[in-house]
C-alpha cells in the first residue's frame, strides 16, 4: 500500500504536456501522473541535445525507485489536476479561480487533503480560522 495517491487512470500515463501551470494553487483533485526529471548538467544521460526531460510512472514507489538508481535526477513529482483552486499572486491575497488546469507539485504537498466541495468555500468563509491555510492542511 501506497503513502501516496493512486493515479487517475493508468491508461493515460505518458500522455500529459511536459509543460503545465506553475505555482501549487493550494488544493489537488486528481494524481495524473509522478515524474522524474533527468538533468543531464547534473549526469543524466544526454538524450535531448542539453534539455532536461523526464521518465513518468504509475506510482511513487517507482518514480522514487528511479530517482535514487539514476545519475542526475530530481527527486519524484506529482502532476496533479485541479478542477479549481486557489491561487495567491501576493502574500497573503487568495483568490479563487474556477478554472481546471494541470500543475507539478512536490510529492510531500499530496499529504494535503483531496479538495471536495467544501475545501474552497471554508477557506472564504467569513468564519474561517485566522489561519486559513489550516482548511487546506487538514487541521480544521
Wanted: hydrophobic residues 35%; charged residues 25%; glycine residues 8%.
Amino acid at each position: 500500500m501506497s503513502d501516496y495517491p493512486t493515479v487517475k487512470d493508468v491508461s493515460l500515463v505518458g500522455t500529459y504536456p511536459a509543460v503545465v501551470g506553475g505555482g501549487g494553487g493550494y488544493v489537488w483533485d486528481e494524481v495524473l501522473e509522478y515524474r522524474v526529471w533527468c538533468l543531464p548538467e547534473k549526469g543524466a544521460p544526454d538524450t535531448e541535445d542539453g534539455n532536461d526531460y523526464y521518465y513518468v510512472f504509475e506510482t511513487y514507489e517507482e518514480a522514487l525507485e528511479f530517482a535514487e538508481n539514476n545519475v542526475g535526477t530530481e527527486q519524484p513529482m506529482a502532476l496533479v489536476l485541479q478542477e479549481e483552486y486557489i491561487d495567491e499572486d501576493e502574500p497573503g491575497v487568495f483568490v479563487h479561480i474556477k478554472e481546471q488546469r494541470l500543475a507539478e507539485w512536490h510529492v510531500k504537498f499530496l499529504s494535503r487533503p483531496r479538495r471536495n466541495a467544501n475545501t474552497i468555500p471554508a477557506f472564504f468563509a467569513p468564519n474561517a480560522p485566522s489561519n486559513r491555510l489550516d482548511i487546506l492542511r487538514g487541521l480544521a
